[in-house]
C-alpha cells in the first residue's frame, strides 16, 4: 500500500506511539481518523497535521462508538483500508495483588477493544477491497514480567486474537500483524526509569518515532506477512548484556 493510499483509523491517538505513527502517516499524505478519549490532545493533534487528519471520541470498549468512528471515516475518507488497534492501559499488580477490578478494566481495553475494533473494521476494509490491521501488544506478550500480570494476560491474548484474525480475514484480502514494542518513552512510562533499559543490547527506552517507523512498514511493506509477531525492543527479549559467570 502506497502511504498516501492508507485510509487509516488509529485507536490512542492522541499521544505517544498513536500520535506519532498518525503524524509520519499523515506527513506521506495519508487519510488518518484519529481517535482517543482524550478530546482535548487528540483534536488538538488532528488541527495540526491538515486536512486530511480527522478526530474522533472512541472509546474503545464502547462497540456503538466504534460503529460511529468507522462511518465517520467512511464518509470523511470514502473508505477505511487499515487500523493500527494501539490504545492500551498498563496497570501495575502481581497475580496476587491485582485486584478484579483492574483486571476486568485491562482486558476490557486492551483486548476487548482490539477484539471490537477488527469486528467494526473489517467490513468497512472487505469493502475497500482489503488492507491491513497492526494491533499492539508489547514483549510482555512474548514473554512473562513480574508485577503486571493483567497487562501480561492482555498482551498474549493480542497476539492470540491477531493469529485468529488473520486467519478468519485472510480470504478478504485484510493482513493482520502484531507489534511488539520493548520499553518505549511516552506517557505510559514516564515513571519508569531509565536503567530498565540499562542491561538490553541497545540500552535505552526506544522513542515512538522508531515504532512509528515500524507500524509505516507493515502497513505498507510487509505484503508478505499476516498473522505474525514484529518485535522492536531493543533486543530485550534477546537476553541481558551481562555475561553468565561462575564464581
Ligand atoms: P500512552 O498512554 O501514551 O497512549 C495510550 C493511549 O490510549 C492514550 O492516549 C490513552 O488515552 C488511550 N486510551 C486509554 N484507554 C482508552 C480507551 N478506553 N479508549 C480509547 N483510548 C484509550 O501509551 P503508549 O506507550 O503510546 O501506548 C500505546 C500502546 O503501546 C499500548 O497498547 C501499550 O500497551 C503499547 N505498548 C507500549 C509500550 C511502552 O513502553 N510505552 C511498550 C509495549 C507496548
Given at each position: ?26 506527513g ?31 472509546d ?47 482486558q476490557?481495553i ?11 473494521c ?12 497492526v ?33 478468519d ?9 502484531s ?18 533499559a ?18 509505516r ?14 518485535v ?16
Amino acid at each position: 500500500m502506497n502511504p498516501s493510499d492508507i485510509r487509516i483509523l488509529i485507536t490512542g491517538g492522541a499521544r505517544g506511539i498513536g500520535a506519532a505513527t498518525a503524524r509520519l502517516l499523515a506527513g506521506e499524505g495519508a487519510h488518518v481518523l484519529v481517535t482517543d478519549v482524550l478530546d482535548d490532545e487528540g483534536g488538538a493533534l488532528a488541527d495540526s497535521l491538515g486536512p486530511k487528519v480527522r478526530y474522533t471520541r472512541l472509546d474503545v470498549t464502547d462497540p456503538g462508538a466504534w460503529a460511529a468512528a468507522v462511518a465517520l471515516a467512511q464518509e470523511a475518507f470514502g473508505g477505511l483500508n487499515a487500523l493500527f488497534n494501539n490504545a492500551g492501559i498498563l496497570a501495575f499488580g502481581s497475580v496476587t495483588d491485582t485486584t478484579i477490578e483492574d483486571f476486568r478494566r485491562v482486558q476490557d481495553i486492551n483486548v476487548t477493544g482490539v477484539f471490537l475494533g477488527m469486528q467494526a473494521c473489517a467490513p468497512a476494509m472487505r469493502a475497500a477491497g482489503g488492507g491491513a490491521i497492526v494491533n499492539n501488544s508489547s514483549t510482555a506478550g512474548l514473554q512473562g514480567y513480574a508485577g503486571i500480570a493483567a497487562y501480561v494476560a492482555s498482551k498474549w491474548a493480542v497476539r492470540g486474537l491477531t493469529k485468529a484474525a488473520a486467519l478468519d480475514l485472510a480470504r478478504d484480502g485484510i493482513r493482520v500483524v502484531s507489534l511488539h514494542p520493548g520499553p518505549i518513552r511516552t506517557p505510559m512510562t514516564e515513571n519508569i526509569p531509565d536503567e530498565t533499559a540499562a542491561g538490553q543490547p541497545l540500552p535505552r527506552f526506544g522513542e515512538p518515532d522508531e515504532v512509528a517507523a515500524m507500524v509505516r512498514f507493515l502497513l505498507c511493506e510487509a505484503t508478505y506477512s499476516t498473522g505474525t509477531e514484529f518485535v522492536i525492543d531493543g533486543g530485550a527479549t534477546v537476553g541481558r548484556l551481562e555475561p553468565v559467570t561462575a564464581d
